[in-house]
C-alpha cells in the first residue's frame, strides 16, 4: 500500500513539475532556434535582438547553443512546477470536474511559464518572443497534460470543503505569481564607516566619509583620541530612492570577538566599542532586518578587523591607518 502510493506521488510529481519544466524549458528553445534559422536574433544586448541574419540551416554550434538554454529555462519553470505538483494534490482531493482543471491549469501554466522564461530571460537579453512562446506552451500543458495527472478521490469531500480548498489553492497560486509585481517596502542602502581612536586629547568629530549627520552625537559622546582609520562601506538597498541609513562605528580598543550589530530601521547610529562590547547611542529600538557583522582581522602583524553586511558571502579584511602594531 506504501509503495503504491509513494509510486503515485513520484508519478504525479514528474508529470507536473518535471514535465511542465522540460516542455516549456525545451520548447522555448526549439523556438528559439527556429528562429534564429529564419535570420532572426531572439536574443543579445549587442547588437540586440532584430533581423540580422538570413534564412539557412542552423549550424551544430548555433543548435547546441540554444538547447543549451533548456536547462536554465527549466530550473526556472521548476519553481512553479513544485507548485503544479501541490496544485494537483489540492485538486485531487477536491474531486474538481476535468474541464475546470483545464481552465485553471490552463490560466495558470500559461502565466507561471511565461513569467519564469521572462525572469531567465531578462540575464539573456531575451526578446519577447521567448516569453510568448513559454506562454503558448504552458497554456497546451495546462489544457491538455495537466488533468491528467490529477488524480480524484474515490469518495468526494463535502462540498464547501471542495470550493474552499480549489479557492485557497488558486488564490495562492495566482498570488505567488503576481507578488513579483505588487509594490514593495524600499530598502535604504546602509553606510558605515568604522574607525579606531588611541589615547590623545584630539576630540574626534565627524568622519568625511559620512558627513556631520554625526557631529552633534559625537559632541555629546566626548571622545578624545588620536583618528585611525578603518574601513568603510554602503549598499544593500533596493534603488529606490530611499533615505540611507548611516552608522559610524568607533573602536577604542582591539576587536577581540566576532559581534553582530543592530541595523537601525531609519536615521543613524553610533557604535563605541568599550570593555568588549559595542553600544549604540542611540540605542536601536527598530530594527532592521539586516545586521552589521564585525569579527578581528586576519592579519598577523598590525591590529584589524573584517566587516560584513547583511548576508554577503565575504568579511571585507582591513588594517588601521595609520598602522597599529599587534597588542597596543
Not at 488558486?170 to 546602509?190: E, G, M, N, Q
Not at 541609513?245 to 568607533?250: A, H, P, R, S, V
Amino acid at each position: 500500500m506504501k509503495s503504491q502510493v509513494l509510486k503515485s506521488l513520484g508519478r504525479r510529481f514528474a508529470g507536473t513539475a518535471l514535465l511542465f519544466s522540460g516542455i516549456v524549458g525545451v520548447g522555448t528553445s526549439v523556438v528559439l532556434l527556429l528562429c534564429s534559422s529564419f535570420g532572426y536574433l531572439p536574443y543579445s544586448d549587442r547588437p540586440g535582438p532584430g533581423w540580422w541574419w538570413r534564412v539557412h540551416w542552423p549550424s551544430w554550434a548555433e543548435t547546441a547553443t540554444y538547447i543549451g538554454f533548456a536547462p536554465w529555462f527549466a530550473y526556472f519553470c521548476l519553481y512553479f512546477g513544485c507548485g503544479f505538483f501541490g496544485l494537483s494534490l489540492v485538486l485531487g482531493v477536491a474531486s474538481t470536474p476535468r474541464w475546470l482543471n483545464r481552465l485553471l491549469g490552463g490560466a495558470i501554466a500559461a502565466a507561471a511559464a511565461g513569467l519564469a522564461v521572462m525572469g531567465a530571460g531578462w540575464i539573456l537579453a531575451l526578446s519577447s518572443i521567448g516569453p510568448d512562446a513559454a506562454f503558448v506552451l504552458g497554456l497546451l500543458y495546462g489544457v491538455f497534460l495537466f488533468p491528467r495527472f490529477i488524480q480524484p478521490r474515490t469518495q468526494p469531500i463535502t462540498t464547501w470543503m471542495r470550493i474552499s480548498a480549489v479557492s485557497c489553492a488558486t488564490a495562492l497560486f495566482l498570488y505567488w505569481i503576481a507578488s513579483p509585481f505588487l509594490s514593495k517596502r524600499p530598502v535604504p542602502d546602509v553606510n558605515y564607516d568604522l574607525i579606531r581612536v588611541t589615547p590623545g586629547e584630539k576630540a574626534v568629530t565627524a568622519t568625511a566619509f559620512l558627513g556631520s549627520e554625526f557631529a552633534a552625537g559625537l559632541a555629546v559622546l566626548d571622545l578624545r583620541g588620536d583618528t585611525h582609520g578603518g574601513i568603510g562601506g554602503g549598499g544593500g538597498g533596493s534603488g529606490q530612492n530611499a533615505p540611507p541609513i548611516d552608522i559610524e562605528l568607533i573602536a577604542l580598543e582591539p576587536i577581540m570577538k566576532e559581534t553582530r550589530l543592530a541595523i537601525p530601521n531609519t536615521g543613524n547610529v553610533i557604535y563605541v566599542l568599550k570593555n568588549g562590547s559595542w553600544t549604540a547611542h542611540p540605542s536601536v529600538m527598530q530594527k532592521d532586518k539586516r545586521t552589521l557583522t564585525v569579527k578581528p582581522g586576519t592579519d598577523p602583524h598590525y591590529d584589524g578587523g573584517r566587516v560584513k553586511l547583511g548576508e554577503q558571502s565575504n568579511f571585507r579584511a582591513f588594517t588601521w591607518y595609520p598602522a597599529i602594531p599587534k597588542g597596543q
